[in-house]
């Protein structure tokens, strides 16, 4: 199967700080990704997408970084707020089929 | 906002029994999509379904599975005989076009 894994399982910040959520990826046929948010008991929300010509996309609050070579993908969450608490899975699209990472926890302190 | 609905949030099931999972999509989509995540564990995708045929579908969805939408509305996974493994919370997504994706809030699914 393919691989795509995260580097961390938790992530704590303080509420008001950047956080930096990565994801690495294997398959260099992957050609678009995607940020999912997943808070309990629902399911996952979109955050933010990246074409794989491209290396940087901003939305709001949020931006995401596709570094090809090292085929590493990170998620930017700029003044962290509580209701960021979630967890924030990548997915990378190979041909027609989606492939999630495990998720990261991030957790945001008062 | 619309949203993709899914029922019941919760089913146990004997295991060998039949069950069906019912999804309504938003309702201007086109593309639907079932997945689970066994506790614990990754999103992974069962199945992509568009213009009334199923379109992509990973190993995990054989013979056991199949999707149906037979109302224009509605969107049905059925697993024909559960087995323990199948327990998972099972998400459907819709969207208008690939890979354009609003999920479910989910079905827990619990096979004894």
């Known amino acids: 199967g393919e691989s795509v894994g995260l580097h961390l399982p938790t992530l704590s910040v303080q509420e008001g700080d950047n956080s930096i959520i990565n994801c690495a990826y294997s398959n260099s046929a992957s050609d678009y990704f995607i940020w999912y948010k997943q808070e309990s008991g629902k399911g996952p929300q979109f955050i933010i997408d990246i074409r794989s010509n491209m290396d940087k996309r901003q939305g709001q609050r949020v931006t995401v970084l596709l570094n090809k070579t090292v085929k590493h993908l990170s998620l930017q969450i700029a003044a962290t707020q509580p209701g960021d608490s979630a967890v924030y899975f990548c997915?990378?699209?190979?041909?027609?089929?989606?492939?999630f990472g495990t998720g990261t926890s991030l957790t945001v302190i008062p | 906002e619309p949203e993709v609905t899914q029922t019941p949030s919760h089913q146990v099931t004997q295991m060998g029994q039949e069950v069906i999972l019912r999804c309504v999509p938003i309702s201007n989509h086109l593309y639907f999509y079932w997945y689970r995540q066994i506790l614990g564990q990754k999103v992974e995708f069962l199945v992509s379904?568009?213009?009334?045929?199923?379109?992509?579908k990973s190993e995990i969805f054989d013979d056991q599975f199949s999707v149906e939408r037979p109302d224009g509305s509605n969107f049905t996974l059925k697993i024909r005989s559960t087995k323990l493994e199948d327990s998972a919370m099972y998400f459907c997504?819709?969207?208008?076009?690939?890979?354009?994706?609003?999920f479910g809030p989910g079905t827990r699914l619990l096979v004894l």
């Open positions: 379904f568009y213009n009334n045929e199923i379109s992509e």
């Open positions: 997504a819709s969207g208008t076009a690939q890979w354009t994706q609003y």
């Open positions: 997915a990378e699209n190979i041909g027609n089929q989606f492939y």
